[in-house]
């Protein structure tokens, strides 16, 4: 069902866009009022107007109809996740060991420790007394 409203939507969009992109703007009734192109037009003088108008509107309406039956069935559907659910772990420590495979003959060796870097030693001058 939604799959099929999905198609109705898409199509019906570019159904829409279509037919009001066909219709002509507002001004060309000020350059047609000078006789621009009047007698030509496929249905008449006030054709266009009135039936695009009625294929816009129509068109507009299946498309709100649409837009909120995809609304309504989405909020009702049961959506799935891609992540599995995982039963509750202990958290992982931050200061286990990492664990080494032993291989034989060599003697596994002590991790180094990290300890903060201590500031170089500066010598410092003695201060002499400033002479004003």
């Known amino acids: 069902m939604t799959i099929l409203l999905v198609i109705i939507h898409v199509l019906v969009s570019i159904f829409l866009v279509g037919v009001v992109l066909l ?3 507002k001004g060309a009734e000020i350059g047609a009022s000078f006789g621009a192109a009047s007698s030509q037009t496929i249905f008449g003088s006030r054709g266009p107007g009135s039936f695009l108008g009625k294929l ?4 507009a309406i299946i498309f709100i109809l649409t837009s909120f039956s995809l609304a309504f069935f989405g909020k009702r559907k049961v959506s799935s996740s891609v992540i ?3 039963p509750d772990m202990p958290p992982i420590s931050t200061t286990a060991k990492p664990v080494v495979p032993a291989v034989p003959g060599v ?4 991790p180094v420790q990290k300890t903060a870097p201590s500031a170089p030693a500066v010598p ?3 201060s002499a007394p400033v002479k004003k």
């Open 23 to 25: 219709q002509s703007g």
């Open 84 to 86: 599995p659910s995982t």
């Open 107 to 110: 003697q596994p060796v002590a």
């Open 124 to 126: 410092v001058a003695p």
């Open 56 to 59: 816009t509107t129509i068109a």
